[in-house]
């Protein structure tokens, strides 16, 4: 069964068939997919070949993805999860996105901040990373602020609209999270 995670103004569910507009509504913008590593959507079958992917990649435990809905109104305006889930290794990367009509409201800090306590508490990670452009300076200063910490330099890494870009590579470890070195 899929976990929703309910924060102070948030409801994080699972991405369903029904979701594909608004997914297609996000990832058909540029500001959007400008650091994200993947070419704008151009059809709304796209969206939804994105909606089966979260879907195979959770039946088979390599990722999770909810979509985030705020609880005073229905619609998705973004999704966060986690990417390249190894149970084994007990780590996983997150990832996000939210409409730009959403920027800037805290949404995203709240969000992300629930995930890492449900992949600590929940799917037993021990790290959680985060890969972000280098030119991605609010997404950058996010994570910097909610703990994660800046490991190195990946070289052309992304590929976005066929050029090759650096990203930063990110950890938090369950460590630091018991030390209360941060404030996840």
Sequence with gaps: MFPAIETDRLRLREIEDKDSQALFDCFSKDKVTQFYGQDNMASIE????????????FKSKRGIRWGIERKDSPGLIGTIG?????????????GYELHPDFWHQGY??????????????????NRIGAVVFLENEPSNQL??????????????????????????????????????????
Excluded: C
């Design 46 to 57: 796209q969206a939804q070949r994105l909606v089966e992917l979260f879907a195979t990649n």
């Design 82 to 94: 986690y990417n390249a889930w190894l149970p084994q290794y007990q780590r996983a990367e997150i």
């Design 108 to 125: 995203m800090t709240e969000a992300i901040n629930s995930i890492i306590t449900y992949g600590f508490e929940k799917m037993n990670l």
């Design 143 to 184: 994570l910097e602020k909610l703990g994660f910490q800046k490991e190195g330099v990946l070289r052309k890494y992304m590929v976005q609209n066929g050029v090759a870009h650096d990203t930063y590579m990110y950890g938090l470890l369950l460590e630091e999270v018991k030390r209360g070195d941060i404030h996840a």
